[in-house]
């Protein structure tokens, strides 16, 4: 009997001294495996150029249907991303959205990328839907070149139709 | 041993043979008066028939059976004459022209007359500008002779001939492509059947042959068929006027009888006086950029249409380039291809994008020097998905020349490819 | 022509001699890939694609007889090349072979050639998901790319084409199916090609750029995504589109059309099949002309007049108004004092219920489809009576039939019906245009005939003289009257006299009328031009076709081209003042729309309702009726000049937005469906009709029916007005009690109408929703080629064609003939107010369409321009017996001296202000500034 209690005193004992399993959320975070999956965001070229070029491939691969890209053309002038194309709106339902990655999988630009940010949570249902602007990084955050088959190289000015009267 | 009288280049040596007057002096033109008075349509027929004539284009075609394809009691029908000679090492159309136009608006008024056509055009590539004001020249003056125009000769045969320039395109040779070019389209091949002979000018019966096939007609009236059976082989009777150019002390064009050998028309001081420098033959070429290569061993081929079609190569438009060992095989093929690039119409798609992907890799190897280990099954497998799958020649023509070298001197492009 | 057997990859089986190798392929289910081949068009063997083996049986050169090998099998004499199947036709016994190695090689060194040009920039490209070039890549391509793409020509794109197509060049594989499609089916040849080799490359070669009513299509048989519509482009990727079913309502041809939606938003319009009405094609109007649907000025809300202003009300509200107003206005003067007028453009079910409402409820006969313009014209009941036959199907026509088009420009006033002309003489029929000018139709025509100005009614008399010569009248089958009347008046003058007052040579009139005669199918199509001249004509072109017997059967009869895209259902449907659904013609007869102007001015007609027309725009005489009615209720879609001055403005719902059935010139009834929710609060023309009903019948005893009482008379159409003789005394038996206002949807309304309007016998959503036999686009192998990826297959319906009202037993015709419209006005010059595709119509606003309006303009003739000294863009005055009009003036070198002509519908130009009727005189005076 008493050496039952001492048995369980020792138990006790020795985890009072151990450190704990659970941390302080959210005072304190518990840092996510690299390739973990949480909130998207929308990524740069290098030059601040938007990766995203709104093909919708994201949306088509979605298997909750969680997006959605209404594309548009870039202004010659002032293009928000290479090529012609840009997504005019970007969104994702973070309540539908399952974090499978497919989306990922899916973009020939590497634009979406699920990052580490897991805190997702609303008051209202409207709350839930991330807009481009909440999910682009920052224009100094870019990375990398736009493939060739985006950049206007050396093109090749085509010739003024003929007109034969 | 050059020839006694020559076909082709009838009186070559006579001075001044391209004035009318000296040419009828010496007997031109009656061949065609006598015709029209003495002989029919069919009659004439007969004999280009029986000559054995064969179409100097290239193909070597018999001519006369190609007549012999014009459906019955169609008409209007047409004459082309082809002097689109833009193939490279081809040139003996303009020479042919240069030196005796008359010969040749003789032979196309024959061969109208014959063929029982009333207008014959004569295509001529763009770039022949003095020939071409040569033969308006001499077509003025056959119709100032009466010789040409309405009722000729008191016979009540009519017959106009023009000259239509082309616009540079070597494309334009195919014969579809010369009627649409005539017609005033884009010079493109057509689809074939129809043929031309059933439909092909304006959608009417046409019949179309070389400068040097229809300079020939004359001659074969006028002496007859069993003269000119004298010449060269049996299955390739008269002479051919032979282009040869490259590596040789004496380039030129030399009407020889056919079968008369390769080596003869290279080594002989008469004709090309041999290699220049003496260095070894090491590429020849028998027929214009489009045929496939021969080598040294092939120099006792006989020059006619059924031996060097043996000897693995096609006598085409009897256009001979010979090379020799200073040259590297994958220059040549790319300098050749170049061209048949630069001339592709870019209606099919396998000569369009498989001469420009052949060129960009050849140019890579032979301009740059820099091959990458996939070149070689590349190149291979660009040529043999081309092959056979070009709408017309062009895109078969440009097969020749990479197949060949790859094929006789693999070991050249695998030095590239080594470094 | 006779089945001949051939064998592909071991299958054997019997195709159609004469076929091609890929298109015989595809009936034995078995898929060759094609980039240049359309089935629509020639084949040209450009592309390469569809190399496949071929062999044939060696034939015993002694016997001509298949060698046999020792198995008994025939001996097979493979082609040395691969072929092209395309170009290739079956013949008995071939071999075809379209998967051995050789084949594979060479379709993947095509594809791979094609792809060493091609940027593959799928992810930005509009075609991404519907393309020939992605499917086949995936079927029958490498895998791998071999060519860098830093290798590949790179163009500056995108190259406008025009205002409504963008060519990317690097895109462009070369098959020129546009620029075939643009020379040979559209005869617009407005595209063409530029350099050679790897810079061969589509130009526009016209100005203004591709200037063609048929753009579009191009867009839908490119197999790549060269060729986009700025319409569409980077809308939305095609996957994501949902196609709801419609019909085009702009034109009478009725084309059968896909809206694609995203969600609630339309994101393009593209073709549906339909081989009896527009094949796979789709006009630019129909295309691009429906961005109407979605316009912001769209009404949304019902709204109330409040002295000179509206304010927005409920429905309920706005309903129990009009209700009331009416109500009032008929207890008080009864109901030939309201007037209703619908647009030709709705639905057979708002006009069925519309016409009910009106005679039912209120008890007024005052209804109209008509705008009550000058120049409305007649009802054309003759297109209906002698219409084509139940069964006409055009795409089955070719040689041994005869196109008469008369008075008509068909690519102005119903587009489509341009490429199934031009198929048919493709195909071999005969086709006649006779015209006072010319036409774009013209040029395809068999035999142009151009008759002088003023000169079309003789030119159809000598027609039908030659007819009744060669004795065609013994053969009439129909009931007829007035044989000998007519007779009488063609004999009065020689055939001589008649081609003089013509202007066309006698010959060609003989050679025409033989045509007609013995042709196994004969149409007539006639239009605004020839409509103008008067009933004298139509019913002299009537006789025409019925004496050389091409009535009354399938694939002959008239076509008529009427305004609006349900002009034939209005007339079918009774709303007119003279006559009942079905033709049945009233013996009290209401106002038509032309007579209804000076009675709201005159303060006979008190109340009016006008459904989707606006006469306010363009006509003086209705804005003072309007200022000068009681009450006016306006459904529209848009706040028109009409519905401005309207006390209740009810908005209605778009053709996009709710079901109906629309019956298009050859009387063929189709389907259309709701593709979104109706905008704002609007509703269907049909549901705000019954609630209107609903109230008056709670509201008011329901005046009695007395025309039925009576006992209906069936019209003998066009003849209506003139006697009752020859006419048949059928009596159309109907339900007793007119049925309730309680239909809950529209097919309830379209089966009432198949119940009692006799020749919509049998005209039920169910019926038509038939799709009939799958034609040669049905779903089957290589569908992704020839649907582009996209379907334009039609799953919801092929639409049902009405049989002709004569071959129904219940009319006669009467052949009696009507004397020619006498002109008194002395004024040198024929006003002609011409039917433009892009004229002045309210629908196309904010389309890309907007763009290529036509400008206001007064075309004059060379000759007439010359003699007043008039050069283009000279200002010039045309002045009539009762108005004057001036703009800029555009010489026409091909119109013919004493024609005018005015773009007709232009909201900048207002032609009925100088119009005296279907016909005006004008002289012509250049403006000195």
């Known amino acids: 009997m008493f050496g039952e209690l001492v048995k369980g005193l020792r138990t006790t004992l020795k985890y009072m001294f151990r450190q704990p399993v659970t941390v302080q959320y959210p005072e304190v975070k518990r840092p996510v495996r690299e390739r973990f999956r949480g909130r998207h965001e929308l990524k740069r070229f290098a030059d601040g150029s938007e990766r995203c070029i709104g093909c919708s491939l994201c949306a088509a691969a979605c298997p909750a249907d969680a997006i959605l890209v209404i594309p548009a053309e870039n202004e010659p002038d002032n293009p928000r991303s290479p090529g012609e194309r840009y997504a005019a709106t970007y969104e994702i339902n973070m309540l539908r959205c399952i974090f499978c990655g497919y989306c990922e999988d899916a973009c020939p630009t590497n634009a979406i990328v699920l990052e580490h940010q897991y805190e997702l949570s609303f008051y209202d249902r409207r709350a839930s839907i991330f807009t481009k602007e909440m999910l682009l990084v920052p224009e100094d955050q870019g990375h990398g070149e736009p493939p060739p088959v985006l950049k206007q190289i050396e093109r090749r000015p085509s010739p003024p139709a003929q007109i034969d009267l | 041993m050059p020839l006694s009288e020559y076909i082709i280049m009838r009186e070559l040596n006579h001075p001044d043979i391209n004035q009318f007057a000296v040419y009828r002096r010496v007997g031109g033109w009656e061949t065609y008066a006598a015709a029209l008075r003495e002989q029919t349509p069919a009659a004439l027929v007969q004999q280009v028939k029986d000559s054995g004539l064969r179409g100097r284009g290239g193909a070597g075609f018999p001519t006369g059976v190609k007549w012999g394809f014009l459906p019955k009691g169609v008409y209007p029908r047409y004459l082309l004459c082809n002097c689109d000679e833009s193939e490279p090492g081809t040139f003996n159309n303009h020479q042919i022209i240069d030196r005796n136009p008359h010969q040749v608006i003789e032979g196309v008024a024959l061969s109208a007359y014959a063929i029982e056509c009333h207008t014959a055009y004569i295509y001529m590539r763009g770039e022949f500008a003095s020939a071409a004001l040569l033969l308006e020249q001499a077509i003025a003056e056959a119709y100032a002779a009466g010789f040409l125009g309405k009722n000729i000769l008191g016979t009540g045969y009519d017959l106009d001939i023009y000259i239509h320039r082309g616009a540079g395109a070597y494309i334009c040779g195919e014969e579809t492509a010369l009627m649409e070019s005539l017609e005033g389209k884009l010079g493109q091949p057509r689809l074939k059947p129809p043929f031309p002979a059933v439909e092909g000018l304006y959608g009417k019966p046409t019949i179309i042959n070389n400068v040097e096939t229809l300079a020939n007609v004359p001659r074969i009236i006028e002496k007859g068929v069993a003269w000119y059976r004298s010449h060269g082989t049996e299955k390739s009777p008269g002479t051919k006027c032979f282009s040869i150019s490259g590596h040789v002390n004496r380039p030129g064009n030399y009407e020889l009888p056919f079968g008369v050998p390769l080596r003869e028309l290279i080594e002989s001081p008469e004709y090309a006086g041999g290699m220049r420098g003496g260095r070894p033959v090491k590429i020849i070429i028998p027929g214009g950029a489009s045929a496939p290569w021969l080598t040294a061993k092939h120099l006792d081929t006989p020059l006619d249409y059924e031996g060097v079609a043996a000897a693995g190569s096609m006598l085409g438009s009897g256009a001979v380039i010979v090379l020799d060992d200073s040259v590297k095989a994958p220059h040549v093929a790319y300098k050749m291809d170049e061209f048949f690039k630069h001339e592709s119409c870019g209606k099919c798609t396998p000569c369009r994008e498989g001469t420009h992907w052949l060129v960009k890799v050849l140019h890579r190897m032979a301009e740059e020097g820099h091959g990458e280990a996939n070149d070689i099954p590349t190149l291979h497998s660009i040529y043999r998905q081309m092959e056979g799958n070009c709408f017309c020649l062009l895109g078969e023509s440009a097969v020749m020349p990479i197949k060949s070298a790859l094929e006789l001197f693999p070991e050249e492009f695998e030095a590239i490819v080594k470094g | 022509m006779p089945d001949v057997t051939i064998t592909v990859d071991g299958r054997s089986f019997s195709v159609p001699a004469g076929t091609n190798v890929v298109d015989a392929a595809r009936m034995g289910g078995i898929a060759i890939p094609v980039f240049c081949y359309h089935p629509r068009m020639p084949a040209v063997g450009m592309c ?53 190695e050789e084949v594979q090689f060479a379709q993947k060194g095509v594809l791979e050639f094609l792809l060493t040009s091609h940027p593959l920039d799928c992810p930005v490209c509009d075609k991404g998901g519907e393309c020939p070039l992605q499917n086949l890549t995936m079927e029958w391509g490498p895998g791998q790319s071999r060519f860098d793409y830093n290798d590949k020509v790179h163009f500056e794109k995108p190259v406008p084409l025009g205002d409504l197509i963008l060519l990317d060049r690097e895109r462009c594989i070369l098959c020129s199916r546009c620029v075939r499609f643009q020379d040979e089916l559209a005869d617009d040849s407005v595209l063409g090609f530029d350099h050679r080799g790897r810079n061969w490359m589509i130009v526009s070669k016209s100005d203004p750029p591709f200037a063609s009513k048929f753009s579009g299509n191009t867009t839908d048989i490119c197999p790549v995504g060269a060729l986009t519509t700025a319409d569409f482009r980077f809308k939305a990727r095609v996957w994501e589109l949902s196609s709801k079913p419609g019909i085009c309502t702009l034109c009478p041809v009725g084309c059968n059309l896909n809206f694609d939606m995203r969600h609630d938003r339309l994101m393009r319009v593209m073709p549906r099949e339909n081989g009896a009405v527009n094949d796979i094609w789709l006009c630019d109007k129909g295309r691009f002309g429906h961005r109407f649907i979605e316009h912001e000025s769209r009404l949304h809300a019902p709204l109330i007049r409040h002295g000179d202003h509206f304010v927005e009300a409920s429905w309920e509200e706005a309903l129990t108004l009009v209700a009331e107003k009416l109500a009032a206005v008929q207890s008080a003067r009864g109901g030939s004092a309201i007037a209703g007028l619908a647009a030709p453009r709705l639905s057979n079910e708002d006009l069925y219920l519309f016409q009910r409402l009106f005679r039912e409820q209120l008890g007024s006969n005052n209804l109209d489809h008509h705008l009550g313009s000058p120049d409305d014209g007649d009802h054309d009941d003759l ?326 009482a009576e006992g209906a008379k069936p019209a003998k159409a066009a003849k209506g007005a003139k006697t009752a003789k020859g006419q048949n005394e059928q009596v159309v038996t109907r339900p007793p009690e007119p049925p309730r206002w309680d239909y809950l949807t529209p097919d309830e309304v379209a089966a009432e109408i198949a119940e009692r309007v006799p020749s919509y016998g049998g005209v039920t959503y169910e019926a038509l929703a038939a799709t009939g036999n799958p034609g040669v686009w049905g779903r089957q192998a290589n569908e992704a080629v020839f649907y582009d990826g996209t379907s334009y297959e039609n799953t919801e319906g092929i639409g049902i064609a009405l049989p002709s009202l004569i071959s129904t037993g219940r009319f006669t015709l009467s052949l009696s003939p009507r004397p020619a419209p006498v002109v008194k006005d002395e004024r040198p010059l024929l006003l002609l107010a011409q039917p433009l595709a892009y004229g002045g119509d309210p629908l196309l606003r904010g389309s890309l369409l907007e763009r290529q309006l036509a400008q206001p303009a007064i075309v004059i003739s060379q000759s007439d321009a010359e003699k007043l000294n008039i050069q283009n863009g000279d200002r010039v005055r045309i002045v009539s017996a009762v108005g004057e009009l001036s703009a800029a003036a555009r010489v026409h070198a091909d119109l013919p001296p004493g024609l005018v002509m005015v773009p007709a519908g232009l909201p900048g130009l207002c032609l009925s202000r100088i119009q005296t009727g279907p016909r005006t005189r004008v002289s012509l005076v250049k403006v000195v500034v």
Request: aromatic residues 4%; charged residues 20%.
């Open chain 3, 48 to 100: 390469r694609m569809c190399l496949v083996q071929v062999g044939m049986p060696k034939l015993d050169p002694a016997t001509r007889q298949p060698l046999m090998d020792a198995q008994g099998q025939p001996v097979i004499a493979l082609m040395p090349k691969l072929q092209t199947g395309c170009t290739t036709p079956v013949s008995e016994g071939m071999v075809i072979n379209t998967k051995t």
């Open chain 3, 383 to 708: 297109g209906g009576l002698l219409a084509v036959g139940k069964g006409t199907n055009l795409m089955e026509l070719g040689a041994g039939t005869t196109v008469l088009v008369f008075g008509a420009d068909p690519e102005e006033e119903a587009p489509l019906y341009l490429l199934r002309l031009r198929a048919l003489v493709q195909r071999g029929a005969q086709l006649f245009v006779a015209n006072q000018r010319a036409t774009k139709l013209e040029r395809s025509a068999t035999q142009a005939l151009r008759y002088s100005v003023g000169g079309e009614l003789a030119l159809a008399r000598a027609l039908v003289r030659e007819l009744l010569e060669r004795g065609a009248a013994e053969r009439i089958k129909l009931k007829h009257s007035g044989l000998d009347a007519l007779r009488k008046q063609v004999l009065a003058q020689t055939p001589e006299q008649l081609a003089a007052a013509a202007g066309i040579a006698h010959e060609q009139i003989v050679a025409l009328a033989t045509a007609l005669l013995e042709a196994e199918h004969g149409l007539i199509m006639y239009g605004a031009e020839a409509r103008s001249a008067g009933l004298a004509l139509i019913e002299t072109l009537g006789a025409l076709a019925v004496l050389s017997g091409n009535v009354g059967k399938p694939n002959s009869g008239m076509i008529a081209l009427l305004p609006g895209g349900n002009s034939r259902g209005a007339l079918d449907l009774g709303v007119r003042p003279d006559a009942r659904p079905g033709y049945v013609l009233m013996p009290q007869r209401g106002l038509p729309a032309q007579q209804l102007w000076s009675a709201a001015r005159d303060g006979h007609v008190r109340a009016l309702w006008i459904a989707g027309l606006d006469p306010a725009a363009c006509l003086p005489d209705a804005r003072e009726a309007l200022t000068a009615a009681e009450f006016v209720v306006v459904q529209e879609l848009f706040m028109s000049e009409t519905a401005r001055m309207a006390d209740v403005v009810l908005p209605a719902a778009s053709v996009a937005e709710r079901d109906g059935t629309y019956t298009n010139a050859e009387r063929r009834v189709q389907r259309s469906r709701a593709a979104r929710a109706p905008h704002g609060q609007s509703r269907p023309d049909w549901q705000i009709f019954q609630d209107v009903a609903q109230m008056l019948a709670d509201m008011m005893v329901l005046p009695h029916p007395r025309v039925e």
